[in-house]
């Protein structure tokens, strides 16, 4: 049972990585939007939506980071791969260094976008 439950938790990790990465573009792309619009009647439900997703947003990262600690202390049991050995500890560090800068950025993104959708005219 144990089994299922960490491949279940390893897919929700990863589809909700998934889902941050899309609503973080998906706010964007509603502020631009917004922006070149300028529509005065567009202003409540852009910020309404914009807060919509930015809840779905900072929920998948709160997934990610929660199922990330239990993928941790689950990985050498349910993922190691022998042929790679310890090179595979170097390329999770790579990766988890990209992954960080990303979301890093995109949290700069989204308090950025936050404001200029509360500006809205």
């Known amino acids: 049972m144990i089994d299922i439950l960490i491949v279940l938790n390893n897919f929700i990790h ?4 998934a889902a941050w ?8 792309f509603i502020a631009a939007e917004a922006k070149r619009s300028g529509s005065s009647g567009m202003r409540d ?10 809840l779905l947003t900072h929920s998948s990262l ?4 929660l199922g990330g600690i239990v993928r941790a202390f689950a990985y050498q ?9 310890r090179g ?10 990209l992954l960080t800068v990303i979301v890093i950025a995109g949290i700069y993104l989204q308090i950025r976008l936050s404001r200029k959708v509360r500006q809205l005219p």
């Open 45 to 54: 439900f852009v910020q309404r939506l914009f807060a919509r997703i930015k």
């Open 14 to 17: 990863d589809l909700s990585a």
């Open 77 to 85: 049991q349910y993922e190691w791969m022998p042929a790679l050995g």
């Open 62 to 65: 709160a997934i990610v980071l």
């Open 88 to 97: 595979q500890v170097t390329l999770l560090i790579i990766k988890h260094v």
């Open 21 to 28: 990465f899309c609503g973080t573009l998906t706010m964007l």
